[in-house]
C-alpha cells in the first residue's frame, strides 16, 4: 500500500465525521438576507447613499446581481465615530460614516496591483496574494513572497527581495526563508535560511544559515551558520534596537529565544519563551509568547534585559508590525472569545439542525508599550493588518462581516479617524488593497 | 435573486453540500471552522449566483482562499512547516486504524498549502490543472507541492511511511 493509498483511506475515513445537514439553503439564504438588511454602503467609484446604525460596513445590496442598491437604508442613523471630538478611550468605529482622508504615508501599501510607499511605486512581483510580508527600507522596501514558480530541483519555499522606486530588484534570497527584520534606521536587513536536509534535536532544521545585508544595496555584511544542536536556531524577528538580532527556533517545540550579536558573532541564549510577535528595534522592546506546552500561553511585552513589562490580554493577535516607529505604543487585535455559554448555545443550535455561529467582536487596541496602559480602542470592524504612519497614525485594514468587502482606515491616538482607502469589494479572494505590516 | 434563481442555488446546495463540506473538514480538520468556511463561500456564491458558470468550482476556490487568508479566532500555535516531528509512537498491533490516526495528526501538522495540495489531489482526486487552478498556481507548482507535503508526511509519520515507497533525495530535503 503506498502513502498515496493511505492518504486516500486516511482522508475518506476522516470526513465521515461530517454528518449531513438539512437546511443549510436556508440558512445561507437568511444569512445573505440578514446582511443586506444592514446594507449602508456603496463600494468604491460610487456615492456613499446611507449612514446607519449598526457596528458593520457591507458593501450597498450583497444580493444585486446588477450593481449596487443606493436606496437600501439601514436602521436608525447616528453621527458617524470621527465626529465632534471623542477623545482617547473607546471609539465604535462606524466605516460608512468616515471621511475620506489620504492614502496611507510613509507605510508600505498595496492597490491596483502596485505597491506603493508614498509617492514611489514598486512592481509586484507576485500576485498580490503570494506577498508575506512587506517593510520599507532605506532606498525602496524588502518584500517577503511566495513565488510561483518552480525549478526542477524543487520549488524554493519563499523569496526575499530588495524593490527599488527605478524598477530594481535585488533577490536576497530563496528557499525556508520564515521572516526577516529592519534595523530602526531601516539601513540594514537581516533574515535566516533553513536547510531541512538533517533535522536538530528539537525537530527543527538541521542548519540555518544568518544574514545582515546592507537594505540599500544587498550587499551581505555578516553571515552565519547555524548547525548541529543549534541549528533551527533560528528565525528572524527582528532587530532588538542596539544591533543584536532576535531570533526563534523555528521548530513548533522551542525552548527559548536567543539573540544573534552580527559584530560579534555570537548567539546567545534569551529567554524561555517559545515565540516573538512583534519587536521595536527604535525601543529594545518585542512581544513575545510562551512555548505551545506552557500552562500560561497569553503574550507579554519583554524589554532588552529580558525583563517581563506587562502581559497583554488573553485571546490577543499581535501583528507583526505593531509597535509605532517610535515603540512607545503597541496596537494589537482584542478578540474576547466565546464565552462558554455561548459556545453552548452555539452547541445547542447546531444540534437542534440550524447553522449558527457567534460573531466575536474584535477591537484594535492601543496600549503604552512601557506600562500597559490602554490608550485607544476601536470597536465596530473586522480589523485586518495593522501597521503605522512615520507620524503616529494607526492605519489597519476593515473588513465586512463576510469578508467580502475591504478597505483601510487611519485613526489617530485622539480617537479621530478616517478612511486611508474606500472599502472595495473583495473578489473571489482577490483583495483590493494589502496594508503593510502583514 | 429571482425565484428561479433561489431554486437552483437550492438544488445546488442540498445536492453538493455534504462534498463540499466534507472537503472544508478535511482542509481544516475542524469542523466548526469547515461550517464557517463552507458557509461563508455559499453566501459569496448567492451574490454572484447568475454571474458564476461553474459554482462548485467557485465555492472550492473561495474556501481554499479563505482558507489560506483566514487569521479570525488564529492562534498563535504555529502551522507551518517548521513543525516538529511528533515523537515515535508505539506501534499499533491494530494496524490500519493507527495508521489512519498518525495520518491524521500528520496531516494537521502540515501548512495550509501543504494540506490543500494533498485534499484535493487525495480526496478529491482532482487532477493536476484543476487543481491548479483552484490555488492559483501552475501545474509544476502542483507537482512539487505534493512532493514536498508528501516528503514531509513521511518526516511526521516514519510508522506509516515504513511500509510506503522509500522518498526520492530530492523529496526528502524538501
Redesign the interface.
Known sequence: MTLEDHLRDALDDLVTRVPPRAGLADAVLREANRRRAKVRLATAGTTVAAVAAGTMFVVADPLAVDGADLGTIGPAAREPADAGDPGPGTVDLDVAGLAEGPAPAGAPWITDGVLRVDDQEFALPDDISRIQTIEAVAGGVAVLTVPPAESPDGSPDLRLLLLSPDGGRTELGDGPIYGFGVSADRTLIAWARHDWATHAPDGGPGRTLLYVADAATGEVLHERVQSGDGGSMGSVRGFLGDGRVLLDAATNAPTGLALWDPEADTVTPWTGYGFANAVSPGAGLAVLSPTNEAANRVPAVVDADGETRWELPPDTHVPQHGFSPDGRHLAVIVSPGLTEAQERAERRLQDEGGYATIDVPRSVVVFDAVTGERELTVDGTEPGTVTWEPDGSLVFEVWNDDRTVAGLVRCSLDGRCELAARPQDVDGGRLPYLGGGL | ?DSRA?SE??EF??SR??AL???A??LT?D??T???L???A???L??????VDNPEA?VR??I???H??R????K???E??????PDRSVSDASG?VG??LD??QA?L?LTARQRAV??LR??EDLPEREVAEIM???V??V???T??A?AR???LAPE??A???LPTP?E???
Open positions: 435573486m433561489e442555488f437550492r446546495v442540498e453540500s455534504l463540506r466534507r472537503s473538514y478535511a480538520g469542523l466548526d469547515a461550517e464557517d463552507v458557509q461563508g455559499l453566501v459569496k448567492v451574490r454572484r449566483w447568475q454571474k467557485y476556490r473561495t481554499y482562499h479563505d489560506a487568508t487569521w479570525r479566532r488564529r498563535i500555535v504555529r507551518d512547516t517548521m513543525a516538529a516531528p490500519q495508521d489512519r495520518l491524521r496531516l501538522r494533498l485534499v487525495f480526496y492559483g498556481c501552475s509544476g507548482t507537482r512539487s507541492q512532493a514536498r508528501l508526511v513521511r518526516v506509516l511511511a511500509d510506503a515507497a530530492e526528502a530535503s524538501a
